[in-house]
Protein backbone atom coordinates (compact mmCIF):
# COMPACT_ATOMS: atom_id res chain seq x y z
CA UNK A 1 0.00 0.00 0.00
CA UNK A 2 0.85 3.43 -0.69
CA UNK A 3 0.41 6.25 2.32
CA UNK A 4 -0.31 9.77 0.45
CA UNK A 5 0.08 12.93 2.06
CA UNK A 6 -0.85 16.39 0.90
CA UNK A 7 -0.55 20.05 1.79
CA UNK A 8 -2.03 22.56 2.80
CA UNK A 9 -5.62 20.45 2.99
CA UNK A 10 -7.17 23.44 2.51
CA UNK A 11 -6.55 26.92 1.23
CA UNK A 12 -8.31 30.33 0.56
CA UNK A 13 -6.55 32.11 -2.01
CA UNK A 14 -6.86 35.67 -3.36
CA UNK A 15 -7.39 35.83 -7.43
CA UNK A 16 -4.08 36.06 -9.15
CA UNK A 17 -1.92 34.63 -6.99
CA UNK A 18 -0.36 31.72 -6.68
CA UNK A 19 -0.29 28.27 -4.50
CA UNK A 20 1.76 25.29 -4.40
CA UNK A 21 0.74 21.92 -3.67
CA UNK A 22 2.73 19.10 -2.25
CA UNK A 23 2.39 15.36 -2.25
CA UNK A 24 4.72 13.43 -0.37
CA UNK A 25 4.43 9.73 -0.53
CA UNK A 26 5.91 6.85 2.54
CA UNK A 27 7.49 4.94 -0.58
CA UNK A 28 8.94 5.13 -3.43
CA UNK A 29 6.44 5.10 -6.59
CA UNK A 30 7.18 5.25 -10.37
CA UNK A 31 3.81 6.79 -11.59
CA UNK A 32 2.60 9.95 -10.01
CA UNK A 33 -0.62 11.59 -11.27
CA UNK A 34 -2.37 15.40 -10.30
CA UNK A 35 -5.66 15.48 -10.66
CA UNK A 36 -8.66 17.64 -10.33
CA UNK A 37 -12.19 17.91 -9.18
CA UNK A 38 -14.25 20.53 -9.68
CA UNK A 39 -17.35 20.93 -7.38
CA UNK A 40 -20.17 18.01 -8.04
CA UNK A 41 -17.86 16.71 -11.17
CA UNK A 42 -15.67 13.86 -11.75
CA UNK A 43 -11.81 14.12 -11.46
CA UNK A 44 -10.28 14.97 -14.24
CA UNK A 45 -6.48 13.93 -14.77
CA UNK A 46 -3.92 16.95 -15.07
CA UNK A 47 -0.76 15.60 -15.61
CA UNK A 48 1.54 12.70 -14.91
CA UNK A 49 4.80 13.92 -12.74
CA UNK A 50 7.58 12.64 -14.37
CA UNK A 51 10.80 11.89 -11.89
CA UNK A 52 13.74 13.78 -13.24
CA UNK A 53 11.70 15.36 -16.13
CA UNK A 54 9.04 17.55 -17.91
CA UNK A 55 5.23 16.37 -16.18
CA UNK A 56 3.08 15.09 -19.51
CA UNK A 57 -0.05 17.32 -19.38
CA UNK A 58 -3.69 16.18 -20.43
CA UNK A 59 -5.32 18.01 -22.88
CA UNK A 60 -6.56 21.03 -21.85
CA UNK A 61 -3.88 21.79 -18.91
CA UNK A 62 -0.47 23.42 -19.64
CA UNK A 63 2.98 24.17 -17.58
CA UNK A 64 2.52 27.27 -17.51
CA UNK A 65 -1.19 27.30 -15.41
CA UNK A 66 0.12 24.27 -13.67
CA UNK A 67 3.61 23.55 -13.39
CA UNK A 68 4.97 20.24 -11.85
CA UNK A 69 8.42 19.34 -9.71
CA UNK A 70 9.09 15.62 -9.22
CA UNK A 71 12.25 15.76 -7.88
CA UNK A 72 12.50 12.00 -6.48
CA UNK A 73 10.12 8.88 -6.54
CA UNK A 74 8.58 10.10 -3.50
CA UNK A 75 7.48 13.52 -3.75
CA UNK A 76 5.84 16.28 -5.90
CA UNK A 77 4.28 19.84 -6.43
CA UNK A 78 1.53 21.13 -8.16
CA UNK A 79 1.34 25.24 -8.50
CA UNK A 80 -1.58 26.84 -9.45
CA UNK A 81 -0.99 29.82 -11.10
CA UNK A 82 -2.21 32.72 -11.29
CA UNK A 83 -5.87 31.52 -9.48
CA UNK A 84 -9.17 32.71 -10.25
CA UNK A 85 -12.37 31.88 -8.82
CA UNK A 86 -12.76 28.95 -11.79
CA UNK A 87 -9.38 27.20 -10.18
CA UNK A 88 -11.78 26.61 -7.02
CA UNK A 89 -11.57 22.90 -6.65
CA UNK A 90 -9.87 19.80 -5.11
CA UNK A 91 -6.70 18.65 -6.29
CA UNK A 92 -5.58 15.36 -5.73
CA UNK A 93 -2.23 13.61 -5.92
CA UNK A 94 -2.77 10.06 -6.96
CA UNK A 95 -0.15 6.76 -7.07
CA UNK A 96 0.19 3.77 -8.60
CA UNK A 97 1.80 0.56 -7.12
CA UNK A 98 2.26 -2.93 -7.64
CA UNK A 99 2.80 -5.44 -10.49
CA UNK A 100 -0.59 -6.52 -11.21
CA UNK A 101 -2.66 -5.56 -13.86
CA UNK A 102 -3.67 -2.26 -14.47
CA UNK A 103 -1.76 -1.31 -10.85
CA UNK A 104 -3.54 -0.34 -7.67
CA UNK A 105 -3.93 3.18 -7.27
CA UNK A 106 -3.69 5.66 -4.69
CA UNK A 107 -5.35 8.88 -3.71
CA UNK A 108 -4.38 11.61 -1.37
CA UNK A 109 -6.81 13.31 0.82
CA UNK A 110 -7.22 16.11 -1.49
CA UNK A 111 -5.94 20.35 -1.22
CA UNK A 112 -9.46 22.19 -1.39
CA UNK A 113 -8.74 25.36 -2.92
CA UNK A 114 -11.51 28.53 -2.80
CA UNK A 115 -10.49 31.44 -4.79
CA UNK A 116 -12.29 34.56 -3.85
CA UNK B 1 -16.50 8.32 -27.11
CA UNK B 2 -14.95 6.83 -23.94
CA UNK B 3 -17.91 7.42 -21.05
CA UNK B 4 -18.53 6.13 -17.59
CA UNK B 5 -22.18 6.88 -16.54
CA UNK B 6 -23.71 6.48 -12.60
CA UNK B 7 -27.44 5.98 -11.78
CA UNK B 8 -28.46 7.01 -9.97
CA UNK B 9 -27.11 10.26 -9.09
CA UNK B 10 -28.12 10.41 -5.57
CA UNK B 11 -30.04 8.03 -2.84
CA UNK B 12 -31.19 8.70 0.65
CA UNK B 13 -31.70 5.10 2.56
CA UNK B 14 -32.44 4.04 6.13
CA UNK B 15 -29.64 2.68 8.14
CA UNK B 16 -29.95 -1.05 7.84
CA UNK B 17 -31.17 -1.39 4.35
CA UNK B 18 -29.89 -2.80 1.25
CA UNK B 19 -28.55 -0.38 -1.97
CA UNK B 20 -27.28 -1.21 -5.41
CA UNK B 21 -25.46 1.90 -7.61
CA UNK B 22 -25.00 1.31 -11.16
CA UNK B 23 -22.32 1.93 -13.65
CA UNK B 24 -22.35 1.83 -17.51
CA UNK B 25 -19.88 2.42 -19.47
CA UNK B 26 -18.59 2.84 -23.31
CA UNK B 27 -15.29 2.84 -22.79
CA UNK B 28 -13.49 0.63 -25.21
CA UNK B 29 -11.10 -2.17 -25.38
CA UNK B 30 -12.06 -2.35 -21.78
CA UNK B 31 -9.12 -3.09 -19.22
CA UNK B 32 -10.41 -2.72 -15.57
CA UNK B 33 -13.31 -1.39 -13.29
CA UNK B 34 -12.67 0.18 -10.05
CA UNK B 35 -15.29 1.24 -7.37
CA UNK B 36 -14.11 4.21 -5.24
CA UNK B 37 -15.71 5.65 -1.86
CA UNK B 38 -15.11 9.20 -1.24
CA UNK B 39 -16.30 11.11 1.85
CA UNK B 40 -16.78 14.39 2.10
CA UNK B 41 -13.70 16.60 1.64
CA UNK B 42 -11.54 13.57 1.70
CA UNK B 43 -9.48 11.31 -1.48
CA UNK B 44 -11.12 8.27 -2.97
CA UNK B 45 -10.65 5.13 -1.06
CA UNK B 46 -10.66 1.72 -3.26
CA UNK B 47 -13.52 -0.41 -2.88
CA UNK B 48 -12.98 -3.00 -5.88
CA UNK B 49 -11.05 -3.65 -8.43
CA UNK B 50 -12.22 -6.24 -11.15
CA UNK B 51 -11.15 -7.57 -14.91
CA UNK B 52 -13.75 -8.48 -17.79
CA UNK B 53 -12.97 -11.92 -16.73
CA UNK B 54 -14.11 -11.88 -13.08
CA UNK B 55 -17.86 -11.38 -12.06
CA UNK B 56 -18.27 -10.81 -8.67
CA UNK B 57 -15.84 -9.33 -5.95
CA UNK B 58 -16.58 -8.53 -2.14
CA UNK B 59 -15.32 -6.17 0.31
CA UNK B 60 -16.70 -7.08 3.64
CA UNK B 61 -20.11 -5.06 3.49
CA UNK B 62 -19.40 -4.34 -0.52
CA UNK B 63 -20.05 -6.23 -3.44
CA UNK B 64 -19.58 -5.59 -7.21
CA UNK B 65 -20.76 -7.21 -9.84
CA UNK B 66 -19.45 -6.69 -13.89
CA UNK B 67 -21.08 -7.79 -16.88
CA UNK B 68 -18.39 -6.97 -19.79
CA UNK B 69 -20.64 -8.01 -22.38
CA UNK B 70 -23.14 -5.55 -21.59
CA UNK B 71 -20.96 -3.23 -20.03
CA UNK B 72 -22.44 -2.53 -16.83
CA UNK B 73 -21.24 -2.49 -13.12
CA UNK B 74 -23.36 -2.10 -10.10
CA UNK B 75 -22.16 -2.07 -6.70
CA UNK B 76 -24.44 -3.64 -3.55
CA UNK B 77 -24.33 -2.39 -0.11
CA UNK B 78 -25.39 -4.70 2.30
CA UNK B 79 -26.83 -3.50 5.95
CA UNK B 80 -26.29 -0.13 5.30
CA UNK B 81 -24.46 1.75 7.96
CA UNK B 82 -24.13 5.73 8.67
CA UNK B 83 -20.53 6.01 7.58
CA UNK B 84 -21.67 4.66 4.44
CA UNK B 85 -22.46 8.11 3.80
CA UNK B 86 -20.17 9.78 0.72
CA UNK B 87 -20.20 9.24 -2.87
CA UNK B 88 -19.77 6.24 -4.98
CA UNK B 89 -17.10 6.51 -7.93
CA UNK B 90 -17.22 4.38 -10.75
CA UNK B 91 -13.38 4.08 -13.31
CA UNK B 92 -13.12 2.44 -15.54
CA UNK B 93 -9.45 2.16 -17.66
CA UNK B 94 -9.55 1.58 -21.33
CA UNK B 95 -5.90 0.20 -21.19
CA UNK B 96 -3.40 -0.85 -18.90
CA UNK B 97 -2.06 1.99 -17.61
CA UNK B 98 -2.85 3.96 -14.39
CA UNK B 99 -3.12 7.29 -16.58
CA UNK B 100 -5.94 5.45 -18.66
CA UNK B 101 -8.88 6.29 -16.65
CA UNK B 102 -12.09 7.33 -17.33
CA UNK B 103 -14.40 8.17 -14.09
CA UNK B 104 -17.64 8.70 -13.42
CA UNK B 105 -19.21 11.63 -11.59
CA UNK B 106 -20.69 9.36 -8.87
CA UNK B 107 -23.21 8.48 -7.19
CA UNK B 108 -24.05 10.45 -3.36
CA UNK B 109 -25.22 8.09 -0.86
CA UNK B 110 -26.51 9.06 2.05
CA UNK B 111 -27.94 7.02 4.76
CA UNK B 112 -30.12 8.24 7.54
CA UNK B 113 -30.89 6.71 11.34
Known amino acids: SAVISQKPSRDICQRGTSLTIQCQVDSQVTMMFWYRQQPGQSLTLIATANQGSEATYESGFVIDKFPISRPNLTFSTLTVSNMSPEDSSIYLC?????????????FGEGSWLTVV | KNQVEQSPQSLIILEGKNCTLQ??????????LRWYKQDTGRGPVSLTIMTFSENTKSNGRYTATLDADTKQSSLHITASQLSDSASYICVVSYQTGANNLFFGTGTRLTVIP
Open chain 2, 23 to 32: CNYTVSPFSN
Open chain 1, 94 to 106: SVATGQEYGNTIY
